[in-house]
C-alpha cells in the first residue's frame, strides 16, 4: 500500500488534543511498523494496526505510514493524549531523531518529532521515543510476564539481540550490573560477541553448518522432533544462552529475565536448558506474555509516567492539561 499518496485534504489531525485516558503507540520492527490504541489506565492495547515496511522509503512516506496506521488503530476515537515511539537504535530519543544509517537511512539526522506533531496536528512536547527493547520490557513489566518484578531484565531474540533493563518500572541504561547504554549485543563474548552467539544469524549458521541445509529458523524449529541436528541446534543456543544470563545479565541480580523476539516462539526447545545455568542464582527466565503486543502497551507505560508523579502512576493521576476526557 502506498501511503505517499494521501490527499492534502486529509492531512488534519486524526484526533484534536483536549485530554484523553488514551494514547497511540508505534512499535517501528525490521519488517513491520505496527500501531495501537492504548489504554493510559489499563495498559491495555484497545485495537491496533500494522503494515509492511518498505525496503526503501523516504522521510515524508515514513511520516505518512505512521500517520496512516495511527489513524487506523484511533478508529472513531478522536480524543488522544498523543503518541509514543518504540524504535529501534541508534536514535536520539530525547531530540526524536533518528541516528541509523544501516536502516531507515531517510530518517537519519531528520526531526522525526517535529514532522509528526505537524501531521497529526499536535504539540511536539505530546510525543514521546523510547528505545524497542525498553519498550517491550516495560511492556512486561507493567501488564505481562514480569509485571510487578522489582529488578527485571529483557531480552529480544530475532535477527540480532535487543537488551533492556528495568528498575521499580523504570528502564534503566546505567548504573551496577547495566551493561554501557543497556545494550549486550556487542560485548565481547567467545570468539566473537554477544550476537554472534544468540541471533538468527548464528542458529542459521550453525545448522549450515551441520547439515549444509540454509534454512529459516521457523523450518528449524519444525525439524526438531525428528532432525537431531536441528536439536543440537537449539540445545547449543540454549547453551550460550544460559552463559550469557550468567555472565552478562546475572551481575544486575535481576529477580526475572523474560524473553521475547521471533526465536522465543521456540522455547521448549532451548529455555529449559537456559534456565539450569542459572538456577543455583535465582533467577527466573520466562517468554513474553504479551508477545507482539508488548512493545505496544511498554510505550503507553513510557508515555504516562513521562507526565505522571512516579508515586501516582495513573490516568487519574495526569497534570490537568492531561487528564483523562469523560465519556
Not at 144 to 170: C, E, M, N, P, Y
Amino acid at each position: 500500500m502506498c501511503y505517499k499518496g494521501i490527499e492534502t485534504t486529509e492531512r488534519r489531525a486524526v484526533v484534536e488534543f483536549a485530554g484523553s485516558s488514551n494514547v497511540l503507540t508505534f512499535d517501528v520492527g525490521g519488517s513491520h511498523v505496527s500501531a495501537g490504541l492504548c489504554d493510559l489506565q489499563g495498559l491495555q492495547v484497545i485495537q491496533a494496526s500494522s503494515a509492511p515496511l518498505p525496503a526503501v522509503v523516504s522521510f515524508d512516506g515514513f511520516v505518512d505510514l505512521l500517520y496512516t496506521l495511527g489513524r487506523e488503530a484511533a478508529g472513531a476515537e478522536r480524543n488522544v493524549a498523543g503518541a509514543a515511539l518504540a524504535v529501534p537504535g541508534p536514535f536520539d530519543c530525547e531530540a526524536g531523531v533518528s541516528l541509523m544509517q544501516h536502516k531507515l537511512e531517510s530518517l537519519y539526522g531528520k526531526d522525526l518529532r517535529g514532522a509528526l506533531a505537524a501531521r497529526f496536528g499536535w504539540a511536539p512536547e505530546q510525543l514521546r521515543f523510547l528505545n524497542d527493547a525498553s519498550a517491550f520490557l516495560l511492556g512486561e513489566v507493567s501488564a505481562g510476564s514480569v509485571r510487578g518484578a522489582k529488578r527485571a531484565a529483557g531480552l529480544t531474540l530475532g535477527t540480532g539481540i535487543g537488551s533492556a533493563f528495568a528498575l521499580d518500572g523504570h528502564a534503566v541504561t546505567d548504573g551496577k550490573g547495566v551493561p554501557p547504554g543497556g545494550e549486550i549485543w556487542n560485548i565481547p563474548y567467545g570468539d566473537g560477541t554477544v550476537e554472534d552467539l544468540i541471533s538468527t544469524r548464528a542458529l542459521k549458521a550453525e545448522y549450515l553448518a551441520r547439515t549444509g541445509k540454509d534454512e529459516e529458523v521457523v523450518n528449524i524449529a519444525a525439524a526438531a522432533k525428528t532432525d537431531a541436528n536441528a536439536r543440537q541446534v537449539f540445545e547449543s543456543f540454549g547453551l550460550h544462552l544460559g552463559q550469557v544470563l550468567r555472565d552478562v545479565i546475572a551481575p544486575f541480580h535481576p529477580e526475572m529475565v523474560v524473553v521475547g523476539g521471533g526465536i522465543s516462539r521456540s522455547a521448549e526447545l532451548f529455555l529449559p536448558i537456559a534456565q539450569k545455568q542459572i538456577d543455583d542464582l535465582g533467577i527466573r527466565v520466562v517468554t513474553s506474555s504479551l508477545l507482539d503486543q508488548a512493545a505496544l502497551v511498554g510505550a503507553a507505560a513510557f508515555w504516562r509516567d513521562e507526565f505522571a508523579p512516579a508515586n501516582e502512576r495513573s490516568a487519574d493521576a495526569l497534570p490537568a492539561s492531561f487528564a483523562p476526557s469523560r465519556f
